[in-house]
């Protein structure tokens, strides 16, 4: 997953900066997640803020039980990554759905 991390557009790279990038076996309460984003969205935040580094979370078994195809599934990956930086950035659902990440 590091990889898909790596082949991220620089742009798309700077935009993850104070966020960890971590990977978890199973979700706890939709077993077909395959991401999570957990933290304030950058449009939410104010200079005076002090925030831990949010957290984008990629669940490895929804992940490699969707997508058999290893090819397939460093896509599914990337999709995954680029929609929850989406979040981390400030789009909702339907923003995401406009950009073609929904």
Do not use: C, K, W
């Not at 960890?20 to 984003?37: C, F, K, M, Q, R």
């Not at 599934?73 to 990554?81: D, G, M």
Request: glycine letters at 8%; hydrophobic letters at 35%; proline letters at 7%.
């Amino acid at each position: 997953m590091e990889q898909e991390v790596r082949g991220l557009p620089p742009a798309v790279q700077r935009a993850l900066q104070n966020v960890a990038i971590v990977v978890e076996e199973e979700p706890e309460s939709e077993p077909d997640l395959l991401g999570l984003y957990e933290g304030i969205p950058q449009v939410e935040r104010s200079s005076a803020d002090i925030t831990i580094p949010d957290r984008i979370v990629l669940y490895r078994g929804p992940i490699e039980r969707s997508f058999a195809d290893d090819a397939e599934r460093r896509e599914q990956i990337r999709i995954t990554l680029l929609h929850e930086i989406g979040h981390h950035i400030g789009l909702d659902e339907d923003g995401l759905d406009r950009i073609g990440l929904g």
